[in-house]
């Protein structure tokens, strides 16, 4: 696959979804335009700066199937690298459920008599609020029956390989693109009609809405005395997944035809795109509606659309498919890579070649997949995505600072826009915004991965990969060495360091090459065992009749 197909519609797809349809309107309208704006930033800067470092490392030589698994664990080793790639599967796969749940419940929202079960919420009148008597909402049983027909529909379709997932991409992508421009029509036709509150484009609702408006609503999103208290930190868990799916790219790493090329342009373009959507999209939006028809109307973008708002909401059911169809494309392959590295031999089940479809992995996929769909609940899947696909764009940012500042001889990029700065101040955003949403969230799935990290050392496979760490221990030790030659030692710091003749190895008894006891005589000489010994063997005689001997002994 090339640059548009291979990686650009992928991350178009992923960023693009439920977040903006259902609940932009409602951020904006509690955020306020500024605030909205900050918080877009924000995101969309840390998203920006994690495709520099993924687009550094990704044109720096060839790169196999894992995607940032791949580009993490050659970086930082075996153990960093499966922990957090675990974690970013795991993500992928809740991913894939909240845009399956988003889904279905637009679907109930057009059409409520598809509902199999009826559920109505009360919702008493409040002075912040001119909504008053039933807001009929989906039942939870009615999501998770639909939802989880949409995720083996879904996992059958994933399961006919890639060729068969670029021929319906573009089934799921056109009604999007024709949504947006539903919207956007909407929005610059836009008159009162019934409903003073949509204002259409007028710059006194811009003002009334600079400023935010953060207070308590329901589980609905209304307005109430009682519920979740909504700040800035709330709100950047919520928003942060409407600018994930950068990964989605280089998630199918092993089926693109020039991964150098495609990786830096379609995953950089698709961030430029949806940021520059995002940004006008708030000033848009906090121009044509007032504060209380944001917080009220969470289907705006359907009300305002041109001409009918079932355009916009077949667009949300399929951009929402679409981006589902994209994580259980994605999470499959990067079990599979891990599997396939053999790192752990409890994920050897999921191994498979890179010409063949991982098909027990998308099997696993689809069960962790359907397990969450089961919760029903979109704000407790939310935070749980963010914190595990941040932790992943830390660690990426993490290698690509370790590689600059190494400056090994194998690291040369293609991609020059790089600098070490910019991967660290990636990183240290990551982090913060990680614990800005929730510090709980974040000693959770830090918890995880140190506890996956702690497993793959226990139980995992030694694997050799030329990581940065291991290069970074070269380099201090050959500094260190080379201080201690500069001056005498002093004798406070003096350690002894015996040097021990020994015999060839297979001489003594039971293979051992010196005596037992002579090393530990030599150990006692110093404190608590502390200090470095040296073993030589000698072999007697003439060079020349003893060279094969002596190489055998250095071997």
């Known amino acids: 696959m090339g640059t548009i197909m291979g990686v650009f519609l992928p991350c178009l797809q992923n960023i693009l979804g439920i977040i903006f349809y259902i609940r932009f309107t409602w951020i904006v ?67 894939a459920s909240l845009y399956i749940l988003g889904a279905v419940e637009t679907f109930l929202d057009a059409i409520p008599g598809a509902g199999l079960f009826k559920s109505t ?29 949409l995720t083996v529909v879904l996992c059958l379709i994933v399961f006919g390989g890639v060729k068969l997932i670029n021929k319906v991409s573009p089934v799921f992508l ?86 150098q090329r495609s990786i830096p342009k379609g995953t950089l373009s698709a961030i430029a795109v949806t940021t520059a959507l995002y940004l006008i999209s708030v000033i848009l939006f906090g121009s044509v509606a007032t504060r209380d028809l944001l917080l009220t109307d969470r289907m705006l973008t359907a009300t305002i659309a041109w001409p009918v708002a079932w355009v916009v909401q077949v667009g949300v059911i399929l951009s929402t ?96 826009f790089h600098h070490w700065s910019f991967s660290l101040f990636g990183a240290l955003l990551c982090i913060t915004i990680m614990f800005l949403i929730s ?29 940065g760490f291991k290069s970074a221990y070269f380099q201090l030790a050959l500094r260190s060495l080379r ?3 500069a001056t005498p030692v002093h004798p406070k710091n003096w350690y002894p360091i015996p040097l021990i003749f020994c015999k060839p190895w297979g001489i003594l008894p039971d293979d051992v090459p010196c005596h037992p006891k002579l090393a530990e005589f030599a150990n006692c000489m110093k404190k608590k065992g502390r200090g470095m010994s040296i073993f030589a063997s000698i072999v007697e005689g003439e060079y020349a009749d003893k060279a094969d001997e002596s190489r055998k002994v250095c071997l």
Request: glycine letters at 10%; charged letters at 10%.
């Open 29 to 95: 309208g509690i955020a306020g335009i500024w605030n909205s704006l900050m918080l877009v930033c924000l995101c969309c800067l840390c998203t920006f700066l994690t495709g520099i470092s993924l687009s550094a490392i990704a044109t720096n030589g060839a790169m196999k199937g894992g995607g940032p698994y791949y580009l993490i664990g050659r970086a930082l080793g075996p153990e960093v690298g499966v922990s957090i790639g675990l974690c970013f599967f795991l993500g992928n796969a809740v991913a």
């Open 121 to 149: 919420v009360t919702i008493a009148p409040t002075p912040a609020s001119a909504v008053s008597g039933v807001l009929k909402s989906p039942n939870i049983h009615d999501l998770q029956v639909y939802g989880v027909i």
């Open 174 to 259: 056109i009604p999007v693109i024709v949504s947006l421009f539903s919207i956007f029509i909407g929005i610059f036709t836009a008159r009162g009609g019934s409903d003073a509150r949509l204002t259409g484009l007028s710059l006194s609702t811009l003002k009334d809405n600079w400023g935010s408006s953060y207070q308590t609503t329901n589980d609905a999103g209304i307005p109430s005395p009682t519920g979740v208290y909504w700040n800035f930190e709330n709100l950047l868990g919520l928003f942060f997944p409407a600018v994930t799916g950068i990964m989605a790219g280089s998630n199918r790493s092993a089926s693109l035809k020039d991964t």
């Open 321 to 416: 498919l679409g981006a589902a169809l994209q994580s259980l494309t994605g999470a499959p392959r990067l079990l599979a890579a891990i599997a396939n590295d053999d790192v752990l031999p409890v994920l050897k089940y999921f191994k498979s070649s890179d010409d063949e479809e991982p098909h027990m992995a998308t099997l696993f996929t689809m069960l962790i997949c359907a397990g969450c769909v089961v919760l029903g609940n979109l704000d407790l899947i939310t935070p749980v995505i963010t914190m595990f696909f941040l932790l992943c764009y830390g660690g990426v940012n993490l290698s690509c600072l370790l590689l600059d500042l190494l400056d090994a001889p194998s690291w040369r990029p293609r991609f020059k």
């Open 439 to 467: 510090w709980s969230f974040t000693v959770v799935s830090l918890a995880l991965a140190s506890l996956i990290y702690w497993y793959v050392s226990i139980r995992g496979k030694g694997s050799d990969w030329g990581d």
């Open 483 to 485: 201080s201690l030659g």
